[in-house]
């Protein structure tokens, strides 16, 4: 079995950060401060599982207005927040489990193969539950033709970042209303997400899964695809004040958010 992006012979030991901010927009600036190794002194090989509190993510090079329905998510207490790495608009509330690794950055990968490499450790935790799934290209895994998990990347000056969303217990309603712009077809210059129906981990099992459930059947099948330990480490110092650092400076702020700018770039 190919391994983990072609690094995991290289790392010894893999830092396992269970950690989650009360505020999406510290959620989103840890998970650009855990790649930008150039700043907080090196790569530190990282998977981190981390829960948003209800919020639409957009990617990096998406317009607000043709992804969200705006007005709904002020309604309904749902935050705005822009991540860092391409790709679509997605959901997240507590139902959603969120799976990260950081890696040293992989030589002679293409970003399609950098996603099948990485999706294969969330789909033998969905087979573990019994479900079978299929990858579908560019970043997403089906089942039973709904999407149940998709996935987005970004790149540092050593580090690589691969970041998924796992649907667990979500009322699937509510991010077809919170989406609803981005299943709509028309022409623009900005990046569109590619809509689909969803699932969830409940539904197809037809009972309830807890998120620990699924935090542990991820580290489970991530331990056979690294080879390597895995040990809980707290954050580094630098990591922590670069987080801060960027989420005063850029995830709290209406510019980064609803524009795409950074107020201090």
């Known amino acids: 079995m190919q391994t983990m992006v072609n690094q995991s012979k290289y790392v010894e030991k893999w830092r396992i950060l269970d950690l989650s901010y009360a505020s999406v927009f510290q959620n989103l600036a840890l998970e650009e401060?855990?790649?930008q190794s150039?700043?907080?002194?090196?790569v530190i090989p990282t998977v981190r599982l981390w829960v948003n509190p209800p919020a639409t993510v957009i990617g990096r090079f998406q317009d607000v207005k043709s992804e969200i329905d705006i007005e709904f998510c002020e309604r309904n207490d749902i935050q705005i927040v822009r991540r860092f790495t391409?790709?679509?608009?997605?959901?997240h509330d507590e139902g959603n489990l969120n799976f990260?690794?950081?890696t040293p950055k992989p030589e002679n990968i293409r970003l399609l193969e950098f996603h099948k490499i990485n999706a294969a450790i969330v789909q033998d935790c969905l087979n573990r539950f019994g479900?079978?799934?299929?990858?579908v290209p560019p970043n997403s895994i089906e089942v039973s033709g709904k999407k149940i998990s998709g996935a987005a990347a970004g790149f540092g000056r050593n580090s690589t970042l691969w970041h998924s969303s796992i649907l667990v217990s979500t009322d699937t309603a509510t991010p077809a209303l919170a989406l609803s712009p981005s299943?709509?077809?028309?022409?623009?210059?900005h990046v569109r997400s590619k809509w689909r129906p969803v699932t969830t981990l409940e539904a197809e099992l037809g009972k309830r899964v807890s998120l620990?459930?699924?935090?542990?059947?991820?580290?489970?099948?991530?331990?056979e695809f690294a080879d390597s330990k895995l040990e809980p480490l707290p954050?580094?110092?630098?990591e922590e004040q670069l987080m801060r650092t960027l989420f005063a400076s850029k995830y709290s702020s209406y510019e980064w958010n609803y524009l795409g700018m950074w107020p201090n770039s």
């Open 86 to 91: 391409g790709g679509g608009a997605v959901y």
């Open 235 to 238: 954050l580094l110092s630098a």
């Open 33 to 35: 401060a855990l790649v």
């Open 100 to 102: 990260t690794i950081v």
């Open 38 to 42: 150039d700043v907080t002194g090196g």
């Open 131 to 135: 479900l079978e799934n299929e990858f």
């Open 183 to 189: 299943q709509r077809e028309f022409q623009t210059t």
């Open 212 to 223: 620990n459930d699924v935090k542990t059947c991820l580290l489970q099948s991530f331990r």
